[in-house]
């Protein structure tokens, strides 16, 4: 079992920042391929970005060159540093933990899940 629990959400004007982290708990957690994904209301469930155990990154097309995901082993965190940020990026934003071998980029991947938070971004 694996435990995630999400923090740093809130309410930001347009062209602002965030940063959220995850703090993951439990048996082997640091072994993971870690993501975010985001849903916002009426919508599916989408990829945002993933990190594995080695560093590696991967983005979705609409985050790229402005959200940096980014992990400590030694503290079992997870960071997604969001900047200009747009209104379309309001949602809850989740941290899920996959198995190393997924490929990570659907939320079927992923084994484990935070309860989310809410990124609220004004125009």
């Known amino acids: 079992q694996v435990q995630l629990v999400e923090s740093g959400g809130g309410l930001v004007q347009d062209g602002g920042s965030l940063r959220l982290s995850c703090a993951a708990s439990?048996?082997?957690?640091?072994?993971?391929?870690m993501g975010w994904f985001r849903q916002a209301p009426g919508k599916e469930r989408e990829f945002v970005a993933r990190v594995d155990r080695s560093g590696g990154t991967y983005y979705a097309d609409s985050v790229k060159g402005r959200f940096t995901i980014s992990r400590d082993n030694a503290k079992n965190t997870v960071i997604l540093q969001m900047s200009r940020l747009k209104p379309e990026d309001t949602a809850v934003y989740f941290c899920?933990?996959?198995?190393?071998?997924?490929?990570?980029?659907?939320?079927?991947?992923?084994?484990?899940w935070g309860q989310g938070t809410q990124v609220t971004v004004s125009s």
């Open positions: 899920a933990a996959a198995p190393a071998f997924a490929l990570g980029v659907s939320p079927r991947d992923y084994s484990y």
């Open positions: 439990g048996r082997s957690s640091s072994s993971y391929r």
